[in-house]
């Protein structure tokens, strides 16, 4: 049995294919049934035990905005952000009480009078940061995909691409889009060139792995196993590949491993954060190259959050002698904040996106799948960093 599969020891393996995880508890909702937080708790695991399912009925369109949409959930991302979420520890805050899950797959049940771009039976999936889910800036902030039903604007949802499943295209999204934000519009790649990616095992890590090997980009990839990297390496679909990596785990050194394989590396993707780890990033970052960062998942605490009060104090630091002394770029890539200021740099994304779909460039990696009923197993691997790529949830 896999390491993965022994992750939860009284939980049944079910087969699946094309390598993904499922657990089945053998639990089941008898009733359409969220996933709802009502409270925030002081850090994720103690969040992940207090949320709740509660019973629910089929959304009525008459009582919803004009160009709403009631989808029945088919699949659902579960996110590392969704974790941080329910803690108070991410920028964004939704009103209480919401329902987690930021992007998700599903069919067409309802539309309001507005709505003329959908029928009911239209098998869609919803992914908008800007307008629909618990990430959102809207009156939708409060409908996520941990249910089964949710409600969303017209404008967030999309038709399923042919060669994508209703699991693959809820994860999409979200990591690729914060991929290509980083890394094409901040960073600026070129093909030839070579990134670093840190938290490449990571949704949006693996992303940006597939992103860059897309656009002609050679990684080097890191992350917390040997195994996890091995699955990394194979996510190339595209002509730039894996050509190094580093274990954090293990005992070799960043500097070391990135100098084995290249002089110097054009641009870094950082989700990991660290002052360690952005001091060796630098060391191994050419002159003049561009620090992208995404996130900081190895001090998830760092700064507070907007609910439980922001502590500058403790927030991440980069060395600003090496920043000099290297002529490096240090870039803030937040995707929704941006996106949100200038929804205008959606669309060029999107059609990227959409071409690299298409072409069998990028395709999301699915490591873990839970059954609705299992939300809460299906956070603490995803925050236990038991996950490669992305995790969804079966809601059907």
Same mark, same amino acid.
């Given at each position: 049995?896999?390491?993965?599969?022994?992750?939860?020891?009284?939980?049944?393996?079910?087969?699946?294919?094309?390598?993904?995880?499922?657990?089945? *508890?053998?639990? %089941?909702?008898?009733?359409? *049934?969220?996933?709802?937080?009502?409270?925030?708790?002081?850090?994720?695991?103690?969040?992940?035990?207090?949320?709740?399912?509660?019973?629910?009925?089929?959304?009525?369109?008459?009582?919803?905005?004009?160009? !709403?949409?009631? +989808?029945?959930?088919?699949?659902?991302?579960?996110?590392? +952000?969704?974790?941080?979420?329910?803690?108070?520890?991410?920028?964004?805050?939704?009103?209480?009480?919401?329902?987690?899950?930021?992007?998700?797959?599903?069919?067409?049940?309802?539309? !309001?009078?507005? %709505?003329?771009?959908?029928?009911? #039976?239209?098998?869609?999936?919803?992914?908008?940061?800007? $307008?629909?889910?618990?990430?959102?800036?809207?009156?939708?902030?409060?409908? #996520? #995909?941990? /249910?089964?039903?949710? +409600? /969303?604007?017209?404008?967030?949802?999309?038709?399923?691409?042919?060669?994508?499943?209703? /699991?693959?295209? /809820?994860?999409? $999204?979200?990591?690729?889009?914060?991929?290509?934000? !980083?890394?094409?519009?901040?960073?600026?790649?070129?093909?030839?060139?070579?990134?670093?990616?840190?938290?490449?095992?990571?949704?949006?890590?693996? !992303?940006?792995?597939q992103i860059c090997s897309a656009m002609g980009v050679n990684v080097i990839a890191t992350g917390g196993s040997d195994h996890k990297l091995d699955v990394v390496e194979k996510q190339c679909l595209g002509e730039g590949k894996v050509i190094g990596r580093h274990n954090y785990n293990s005992d070799s050194s960043l500097v070391k491993d990135v100098k084995g394989v290249v002089k110097a590396v054009d641009v870094v993707y950082d989700t990991v954060g660290g002052l360690e780890l952005g001091k060796n990033s630098l060391k191994v970052l050419k002159f003049g190259g561009r620090y992208c960062i995404v996130g900081w998942t190895s001090t998830p605490f760092a700064g507070g959050g907007r609910g439980v009060g922001a502590n500058h104090a403790t927030a991440n630091v980069l060395p600003t002698n090496l920043i000099m002394m290297k002529g490096a770029q240090v870039i803030g890539c937040p995707v929704a904040i941006h996106t949100n200021l200038d929804p205008s740099i959606r669309k060029p994304r999107m059609e990227t996106i959409d071409r690299l779909v298409k072409d069998g460039l990028i395709k999301p990696h699915i490591s873990h799948e839970f059954k609705l009923s299992d939300a809460k197993e299906a956070l603490l691997a995803k925050w236990n960093r038991k996950v490669i790529g992305g995790c969804v949830l079966d809601c059907n």
């Amino acid at each position: 049995m896999s390491v993965s599969a022994k992750m939860i020891k009284s939980y049944k393996l079910v087969p699946r294919s094309l390598g993904t995880v499922a657990f089945s *508890s053998g639990r %089941c909702l008898s009733t359409d *049934s969220r996933l709802v937080v009502r409270t925030l708790a002081p850090d994720p695991v103690t969040a992940i035990e207090n949320v709740n399912f509660e019973s629910m009925t089929k959304p009525d369109i008459l009582t919803l905005p004009k160009e !709403a949409v009631v +989808v029945k959930v088919s699949h659902c991302a579960v996110h590392w +952000v969704d974790c941080l979420m329910m803690a108070g520890q991410y920028q964004q805050a939704p009103p209480l009480p919401y329902t987690p899950g930021m992007e998700y797959s599903g069919t067409v049940v309802d539309v !309001a009078g507005d %709505c003329k771009d959908f029928s009911i #039976g239209d098998p869609v999936y919803v992914a908008d940061m800007i $307008n629909a889910g618990p990430r959102s800036y809207g009156q939708y902030q409060h409908y #996520g #995909g941990f /249910a089964t039903y949710t +409600v /969303a604007p017209q404008i967030a949802i999309r038709k399923i691409p042919d060669n994508l499943s209703f /699991a693959e295209v /809820a994860t999409l $999204n979200g990591a690729y889009e914060t991929a290509y934000h !980083a890394l094409i519009h901040c960073g600026k790649i070129q093909p030839g060139e070579v990134a670093l990616i840190h938290g490449a095992t990571g949704a949006t890590g693996l !992303a940006a792995v597939q992103i860059c090997s897309a656009m002609g980009v050679n990684v080097i990839a890191t992350g917390g196993s040997d195994h996890k990297l091995d699955v990394v390496e194979k996510q190339c679909l595209g002509e730039g590949k894996v050509i190094g990596r580093h274990n954090y785990n293990s005992d070799s050194s960043l500097v070391k491993d990135v100098k084995g394989v290249v002089k110097a590396v054009d641009v870094v993707y950082d989700t990991v954060g660290g002052l360690e780890l952005g001091k060796n990033s630098l060391k191994v970052l050419k002159f003049g190259g561009r620090y992208c960062i995404v996130g900081w998942t190895s001090t998830p605490f760092a700064g507070g959050g907007r609910g439980v009060g922001a502590n500058h104090a403790t927030a991440n630091v980069l060395p600003t002698n090496l920043i000099m002394m290297k002529g490096a770029q240090v870039i803030g890539c937040p995707v929704a904040i941006h996106t949100n200021l200038d929804p205008s740099i959606r669309k060029p994304r999107m059609e990227t996106i959409d071409r690299l779909v298409k072409d069998g460039l990028i395709k999301p990696h699915i490591s873990h799948e839970f059954k609705l009923s299992d939300a809460k197993e299906a956070l603490l691997a995803k925050w236990n960093r038991k996950v490669i790529g992305g995790c969804v949830l079966d809601c059907n």
